[in-house]
C-alpha cells in the first residue's frame, strides 16, 4: 500500500496544503515549529481517525475555522482508494470513495500506518489506559473483530455505569449486561494477551539487533482474571467477580471489575523497563516495537503499512542510524522527520520535503 497524496484543509497549522509521495522514503525537512509533526499526523488520523497526541479533535482544527479536513489518495496493487475525513464542532465525518462510512470500523484499517512519535517515550511511565490505548489502536489494525468488540464493551459499560445511578436496580437486567460483557471480555483478553506477547517476541528479535547486546525482552499482562482458563471457566471467572463486587458497584455508582482497568508491563532480563533502562534502551526497545508491528501487520493481514518516524534520528548516533536504516523494511512505504537531512546512505529511492515559514498551531 502507497499513500500517493495527501490534501489538508485547516488541519493544525495547514489552512490549504497538498503533499505529493514516493514508494521509498519521505523524508519531510525542516526547523521546528514548522509542521513536520502535524504531516505525520494527519496522516496517522487518515489511519486510525484518532491523533496520537493528548488532544482532542477539536484541537486539531485551525484556529478561527470551523472544521478541519484530510483528503488522502491510496493506491494498492495499481487500485486507487479515496479516503476522507472532515471533523468540525459538531462530528465527525469518514468517506470512502466519496460514500458516507457509518461505522469506524468499517475506516479503519483501510490506510493502517505505525508512527514512532517521540511522545512514545511516556509509554512505559504513563497510568495504565495509555497503555491500554496503545493496544487497542494497534490490535484495532489486525483485528476488525478485536475493534467490534471492544466497541461493543465500551458501550455497554457505559450502560452498565449509567444504570448503576438508578435507586432500585433490576438484577435481571444486570445479568443480562454481566452476560454480554464476560462474552467481550473473553475475545478481548484473549486477543490483548497474544497481541502483547507476539509482539514482544519479535520486538526482541529487532532489539538485540539494534542494540547489540543479549537484553532479553519479556511482557507481563495484567488482568483481573487468569488467563489460563479455558474458555467456559474464564467467562464463568468474569461473573464470579461481578457478583463479588456488587455492592461495591452499587455504592460506588461504577464498575470497578474489566478490561477497563487492565494493563501490561515490559520486563529487561527480568526487571521493569520503567525502572532499570536508560532512556536510549526505551528509545530503541520502542523502535523495536514499531518494526514489530509493522511486521505483524504484513503477517497477519497481509497489507504493507505506512511507517511514520518522528524525530527518530536525533539522539541517535551515527552508527545506530545506519543501524536502523538496514533494519527497516525494504519494501513499505517510509515517512522521517528531521530537522536536516542527515549524510547517511539510503538503499532505496528518498523524496525530500522541505517544510517552512509555518506556525505550529491548532485551536
Not at 493544525?12 to 496544503?17: E, I, K, L, M, V
Request: neutral net charge; proline residues 2%; glycine residues 4%.
Amino acid at each position: 500500500m502507497i499513500l500517493k497524496r495527501i490534501h489538508l484543509s485547516h488541519f493544525r497549522n495547514y489552512s490549504d496544503a497538498s503533499f505529493e509521495f514516493i514508494e521509498g522514503i519521505n523524508y519531510i525537512v525542516g526547523k521546528n515549529a514548522q509542521g513536520k509533526t502535524n504531516l505525520l499526523e494527519s496522516i496517522y488520523y487518515l489511519s486510525t481517525t484518532k491523533t496520537h497526541r493528548n488532544v482532542s479533535d477539536e484541537g486539531l482544527i485551525q484556529q478561527n475555522e470551523n472544521y478541519f479536513r484530510i483528503d488522502g489518495v491510496l493506491e494498492r496493487k495499481q487500485r486507487r482508494t479515496d479516503l476522507r475525513c472532515i471533523v468540525s464542532k459538531q462530528g465527525k465525518h469518514l468517506f470512502v470513495y466519496g460514500n458516507p462510512v457509518k461505522k469506524i470500523s468499517d475506516f479503519v484499517g483501510i490506510c493502517n500506518a505505525v508512527l514512532f512519535s517521540p511522545d512514545d517515550m511516556n509509554l512505559f511511565a504513563a497510568p495504565p489506559r495509555v497503555r491500554r490505548r496503545f493496544i487497542d489502536i494497534e490490535l484495532s489494525k489486525l483485528s476488525k473483530t478485536y475493534l467490534s468488540y471492544l466497541n461493543e464493551y465500551d458501550h455497554l459499560l457505559k450502560e452498565r455505569n449509567a444504570y448503576l445511578k438508578n435507586e432500585n436496580i433490576s438484577l435481571d437486567f444486570i445479568s443480562v449486561l454481566n452476560q454480554r460483557m464476560a462474552d467481550c471480555q473473553c475475545v478481548i483478553l484473549r486477543q490483548r494477551s497474544r497481541f502483547m506477547h507476539d509482539l514482544i517476541e519479535l520486538s526482541h528479535q529487532f532489539y538485540q539487533y539494534l542494540s547489540n547486546d543479549q537484553t532479553k525482552l519479556e511482557v507481563v499482562y495484567k488482568t483481573f482474571v487468569d488467563l489460563t482458563l479455558d474458555d467456559e471457566a474464564l467467562k464463568q471467572a468474569i461473573l464470579n467477580s461481578y457478583d463479588l463486587t456488587f455492592q461495591r458497584d452499587c455504592l460506588c455508582k461504577n464498575t470497578e471489575k474489566g478490561i477497563h482497568k487492565d494493563d501490561f508491563v515490559i520486563l529487561m532480563n527480568g526487571n521493569e523497563v520503567n525502572e532499570v533502562a536508560s532512556q536510549g534502551q526505551k528509545r530503541t526497545i520502542l523502535l523495536a516495537m514499531k518494526v514489530g508491528i509493522v511486521k505483524m501487520i504484513e503477517k497477519i493481514i497481509h497489507d504493507e503499512p505506512l511507517l511514520l518516524l518522528d524525530d527518530v534520528f536525533s539522539e541517535l548516533d551515527s552508527e545506530r542510524r545506519t543501524t536502523l536504516l538496514k533494519i527497516l523494511p525494504k519494501n513499505i512505504q517510509i515517512f522521517i522527520t528531521a530537522t536536516d537531512f542527515i549524510d547517511e546512505k539510503f538503499d532505496r529511492l528518498v523524496n525530500k520535503i522541505v517544510i517552512e515559514t509555518r506556525k505550529e498551531g491548532g485551536m
